[in-house]
């Protein structure tokens, strides 16, 4: 529930793109920086939350990161107002997601000592999609009725709600290794010497590459995919039965029961198998979409809802690979790099989408549509390609278990 809340303010500014690129007179690569900030912001923060959380209760992480959300949505409906000023707000929107979503990780591995954790991390990863499709449907149900200002005002509710469920709902706990004094050294922020042990690790280091093309094609998608559905709606002078942000939030609800059953699948028949079919797949799926404008909208919503679905269909099953497969001394240090570095590819990919559209010809082109898809999706294919000629699933062991 609280992850749910915290995700509210994820679409925001992805409803809003294309009104503020025309009040503002932005290009798209501007428009794409804007979206990044919020990784960037998220990947400034992330190494600091998940250090603190070795330190001190994740909850305590997670209430800073309530706050810091809702500040940064706030900012955007007060006192933004050019590209500068959004910049800033959105990577202050993403810091505050730096501290709930990997510590609310945390507090749940903290506590949860019986049962299958991948499952537990599973349905936790896949609420990610209820959160940020509730945040597509909300955001544009207010943006069409009161503005943009008033979508980043009232949704800043949502990590300010987040924050009282684990204040009041999440039993704080007491471990001996937070007792004492509290120090911080940069080594525990950025802890190289452990990065470089799990990146030695060739399945863990593997789960984290994998992890980070993932989230260049996902975050670059549900970046600018209220745009194309804007765009296919202009090429084909049909209204549709939703409008674009309803469908964009539909369509990311799909991903949720992909996320948890793809988990399952991996269980059965390998993680590295199952991750390599997910990604060749969402390739295929991503670019039919972005060649799939002037065709009958349910076809576009069908090629949308497979791209969605088979982008999350690993979702999962990457973080849980990483968490299962790193060692136990260095496992805090994995999960901040795994979430560094995925977060990473969130930062590159709506800039890459924004430039390859500007460099193509423009919004109104349905080949720099394309190509635009083209260069979110070819980082999965490269992946697979160079982890199968590396041997990453040949001899793969059944870790999870």
């Given amino acids: 529930m609280a992850q749910t809340c915290a995700l509210l303010g ?5 409803v809003v793109l294309t009104t503020l690129q025309d009040e503002w007179r932005l290009s798209n690569l501007q428009s794409g920086l804007i979206a990044s900030a919020f990784f960037f912001g998220y990947m400034l923060m992330v190494p600091l939350a998940t250090a603190l959380t070795d330190r001190v209760d994740a909850k305590k992480v997670y209430l800073i990161g309530g706050i810091s959300a809702a500040c940064g949505l706030m900012g955007m409906a007060l006192l933004a107002h050019d590209f500068w000023t959004a910049l800033f707000f959105m990577a202050l929107n993403g810091a505050g997601l730096a501290g709930t979503y990997m510590p609310g990780l945390k507090i749940l591995s903290d506590r ?4 299958e954790l991948t499952r537990h991390i599973a349905f936790y990863t896949a609420f990610f999609g209820i959160g940020t499709g509730f945040s597509y449907l909300i955001s544009g149900w207010i943006l069409n009725t009161l503005g943009w200002r008033y979508v980043f005002g009232l949704i800043s509710l949502g990590p300010l709600t987040a924050l009282l469920i684990v204040l009041l709902f999440i039993p704080a706990l007491t471990h001996e290794k937070w007792q004492g004094p509290f120090q911080i ?6 802890p190289i010497d452990k990065w470089r042990l799990v990146l030695q690790d060739k399945t863990a280091s593997g789960f984290i590459f994998g992890y980070t093309a993932h989230t260049v094609e996902l975050f670059a998608s549900r970046s600018w ?17 939703l409008t674009a942000t309803t469908l964009a939030g539909v369509i990311n609800f799909f991903g949720v029961p992909a996320s948890i059953i793809g988990n399952e699948i991996a269980l059965k028949i390998g993680r590295q198998k199952w991750i390599c079919i997910v990604m060749l797949t969402s390739a295929l799926f991503g670019v039919a979409l972005a060649a799939s404008t002037g065709q009958p909208w349910w076809l576009i919503v069908a090629l949308a809802t497979g791209h969605s679905i088979f982008i999350m269909a690993d ?3 990457l973080t849980a690979g990483l968490v299962t497969s790193a ?7 994995a999960m901040g790099l795994h979430s560094l570095m995925g977060f990473g590819g969130g930062l590159f990919g709506p800039a890459i989408f924004g430039f390859v559209l500007d460099l193509t010809g423009s919004r109104t082109s349905q080949i720099s549509w394309v190509w635009a898809y083209v260069a979110i999706v070819i980082w999965g294919v490269l992946f697979v390609i160079y982890e199968r000629r590396n041997g990453w699933g040949s001899n793969e062991h059944r870790i999870d278990h």
Wanted: glycine fraction near 8%.
């Fill in 10 to 14: 994820f679409a925001c500014y992805a």
């Fill in 112 to 115: 949860i000592k019986t049962g």
């Fill in 185 to 190: 050294r940069l080594s525990d922020i950025f």
């Fill in 225 to 241: 995919i209220v745009a194309f559905f804007a765009f296919c709606a202009l090429v084909s002078g049909d209204s549709f039965l």
């Fill in 315 to 317: 979702s999962a099953t």
């Fill in 327 to 333: 060692k136990e001394n260095i496992k805090g240090a």
